[in-house]
């Protein structure tokens, strides 16, 4: 999977720090079709509020992913390592995402940082799937992170691409860490 491909870009934003929430964040909770994420780390993301929060101000989105599987939303997570005990225990106990609501794989060299949503917008930069780097964690507790929004098909697609790629297997027979998965992904 080496390439250079020239593209320009007709809709594109820089984001930080917080912005990764209030962007990020929040298209992934209003997708309607397809909800695709690939990160290095895999931890309980707690987002603010709404119906769904009880007893407190935040819930996890492990509940919004539910949500979103129950109304036929396609959620892919690809992700480098065991998601954290705190992601699991509570992945656990929702049974629509248990019982294929949401597919995850694990490839321990995926260390992009990809959200696609809809295959109609895009963020590509360093924030993992965590409160402190997607900006959900306070001032002082948050990462540094960098990145940039699309809603340009062209760069959308070869996202997508290069993702399916990796979700499906395709690099894995050539892997030098083949013998340490799992389960390697051409074998799903």
């Known amino acids: ?64 992913f539910e949500r979103l599987a129950i109304k036929g939303v396609d959620i892919r997570i690809l992700h480098a390592s065991l998601p954290s005990r705190p992601f699991r225990n509570r992945f656990d106990g929702l049974p629509t995402l248990v019982e294929g609501g949401m597919e995850l794989r694990m ?23 965590t409160g402190a780097g997607l900006g959900a964690k306070g001032v002082g507790r948050r990462n540094f992170e960098l990145g940039f929004t699309t809603t340009d098909d062209d760069v959308i697609d070869e996202l997508q691409e290069m993702f399916n790629t990796i979700w499906t297997g395709q690099p894995c027979s050539e892997c030098k860490l083949r013998d340490t998965c799992e389960v390697p992904l051409d074998e799903l």
């Not at 060299?109 to 959200?115: D, E, G």
């Open 107 to 129: 490839c321990p060299r995926s260390h992009l940082k990809v959200v696609i949503v809809d295959a109609e917008f895009a963020y590509v930069g360093s924030a993992n799937w």
């Open 1 to 64: 999977m080496d390439f250079t491909r020239d593209l320009t870009p007709s809709q594109m934003s820089l984001i930080a720090g917080r912005s990764h929430y209030d962007v990020v964040v929040r298209a992934v909770l209003e997708a309607k079709h397809s909800v695709w994420i690939a990160t290095a780390n895999l931890k309980e993301l707690m987002v603010e509020g709404g119906r769904q929060a009880r007893g407190g101000r935040y819930h996890s989105v492990l509940e919004d």
